[in-house]
């Protein structure tokens, strides 16, 4: 696929994805919320750049921290979304900026700390835009990543990658975090420091605010009633509660010095 048959995907899932995405408990978790400004390090005087920003909860969270965020989407339904919240909270320290990712509209080193969430599964080319979030940091400043981490397992890994496609046909692929950490050595970064946490949710819930395929979504009930038997899917164990079935993705926050 193209990078700009794979934007469109990406334009339309998060067109669509824009409200129900940004308002879902699971994205403005603020124990979540507050590992990742924790782990970034931010202080007062830093510059955040906001990576792939979506509806702008990451960066209102770090907006009370930090001198000034600029968050960045491809999605103008996601910015117009991240300006409302920002408005709401009363914050002047924000602003919102279209582009793309692996091509960042910004010069060498214009931030102290750059960031991004729940991104790189969606990405063609994870390394390049890991590459494009170093040099828009300043030396001193820190890189974040933070994503959900698929199993060291090759079978479940590749099984839990074709759940997210079906839900998500934006989706490309989770890295384990072997492979994520990964990343930060092939972009000339040292071992980054690391912290976890889980996304916890119904089934039910997670196909509301997803626009998987007609028929697509039984097939995705049916992948976790397999994992609450097998743990095909190498996360964290499924289970039924009552009609419902509550899942626990694995989520990885890694931080490094550039």
């Known amino acids: 696929m193209t990078n700009t048959a794979h934007n469109e995907r990406i334009l339309d899932q998060f067109t669509r994805q824009a409200t129900p995405f940004s308002t879902a408990a699971t994205i403005t978790d603020a ?7 924790e782990t970034s390090g931010a ?13 702008g909860v ?8 930090v001198a000034h965020v600029t968050g960045m989407d491809m999605t103008p339904a996601m910015l117009e979304r991240a300006a409302r919240h920002a408005q709401a909270l009363g914050l002047t320290n924000v602003t919102w900026r279209q582009g793309d990712a692996t091509q960042l ?46 199993s060291t ?21 989770c890295l384990s975090l072997p492979e994520l950490t990964g990343l930060f050595a092939q972009a000339g970064l040292g071992p980054p420091r ?56 694995p989520v990885a926050i890694l931080a490094a010095e550039r």
């Open 43 to 55: 202080a007062a005087g830093d510059t955040v750049l906001d990576v792939a920003c979506g509806g």
């Open 194 to 249: 690391e912290a976890f946490y889980e996304l916890r949710d119904t089934v039910r819930n997670l196909l509301a605010r997803s626009f998987p395929n007609p028929g697509d979504d039984v097939k995705i009930t049916a992948m976790f009633e397999r994992h609450i038997e097998d743990g095909s899917l190498g996360i964290p164990p499924a289970t039924h509660d009552g009609a419902e079935i509550r899942y626990a993705y």
């Open 58 to 65: 990451v960066a209102c969270a770090f907006a009370p921290h």
């Open 31 to 37: 124990a979540a919320l507050r590992l990742i400004v």
């Open 105 to 150: 509209p910004f010069p060498d080193a214009a931030f102290s700390i750059v960031h991004t969430r729940f991104s790189f599964h969606h990405f063609l080319e994870p390394l390049a835009a890991l590459k494009e979030m170093v040099r828009v940091c300043r030396p001193g400043g820190r890189v974040v990543v933070c994503d959900s981490q698929a």
């Open 153 to 173: 397992d090759p079978a479940k890994a590749a099984a839990f990658n074709q759940l997210e496609l079906l839900r998500d046909p934006s989706h490309v692929r």
